[in-house]
């Protein structure tokens, strides 16, 4: 590990996207208190800077979004050194206007997942400032890498528990809502970022328009990931440019929510 680069930088992959460097990357197994992460991270460099990156799925797909390791995930990256992390996912849009390919950096999160492990605090009395559940910095660095995909800079993300798709009224009790996108695996992974005071930013594709939207029609799996394979390479270019853009690479002052607070452990 010593003779490793620091990577101060991660990347998260998500459906479909299970690999980021191009040449040779270092691929370290971390133990965590938390278990193993879902596969072993691996390091590489982008224009002369370390970066990690972590297939959030596994590198076969093997979890499924209400078993990920999601704990684990972050504590490896944050031991490792990592500080600010890209979050790309698959989403079904709630809206007509944002069809398939385009690309949305969200500003806000609601859970609707139930059962999953969401806090590294189970005692001590440690609240974090989640109001705003995403970084600025790295929303707005991921808005200028778009390049020549479309991108919308906001919306609302709701996170439902999967693995099954949303039902037709669920999907328009969602729009009816205000909010804008769907997702499986966007929560807990933020608030666990915002405990570690790492900065965090979704970057969200979509793929489909999700079930409430088209009369006689319903998501499908392989529709899904057909879609994103389509879109991975400008996708992936966008992951290498935000990381390549990032101005700084310690934790931003808004995410560090920790101040004059008493923790009951370290920080990896």
């Known amino acids: 590990m010593s003779s ?16 980021f460097f191009d040449h040779d990357a270092v691929h370290v197994e971390v133990d965590t208190p938390y278990g193993a992460p879902s596969a072993p991270v691996a390091i590489g460099e982008v224009e002369g ?17 209400h078993t990920l390791p999601y704990q684990a995930n972050m504590w490896a990256l944050r031991a490792l050194g ?55 910095d790295l929303r707005a660095t991921a808005v200028k890498s778009a390049g020549e995909l479309r991108v919308e800079d906001s919306g609302t993300m709701v996170v439902v528990q999967g693995p099954r798709f949303s039902t037709r009224a669920e999907s328009r009790w969602f729009a009816g809502q205000g909010w804008d996108l769907v997702n499986m695996t966007g929560h807990p992974e933020a608030v ?15 793929t489909d328009l999700d079930a409430g939207l088209e009369e006689g029609t319903g998501v499908h799996a392989v529709d899904v990931f057909a879609e994103f394979k389509k879109n ?26 920790h101040a004059g607070v008493s923790l009951p452990f370290e920080l990896p």
């Not at 666990?192 to 969200?204: D, F, G, N, S």
């Open 192 to 206: 666990l970022a915002r405990e570690l005071e790492m900065c965090y930013a979704a970057v969200a594709l979509v």
């Open 232 to 257: 991975l390479g400008p996708f992936k270019e966008l992951m290498r440019r935000a990381v390549t853009a990032v101005d700084g690479t310690d934790t931003c002052e808004r995410c560090r929510v």
């Open 82 to 136: 990592v500080r600010r992390v890209f979050a790309p996912c698959a989403v079904g849009s709630l809206r007509a206007d944002w069809g398939p390919g385009t690309v949305a950096v969200p500003d806000q999160l609601v859970d609707r997942t139930s059962g999953r492990p969401q806090t590294y605090f189970d005692g001590g009395g440690v609240h974090v400032s989640f109001a705003d559940p995403y970084c600025d």
């Open 4 to 19: 490793l680069p620091r990577p101060a930088l991660a990347v998260i992959g998500g459906s479909g996207f299970y690999d």
């Open 49 to 65: 800077r370390a970066v990690a990156f972590l297939p959030r799925h596994g590198k076969q797909h093997e979890f499924a979004p």
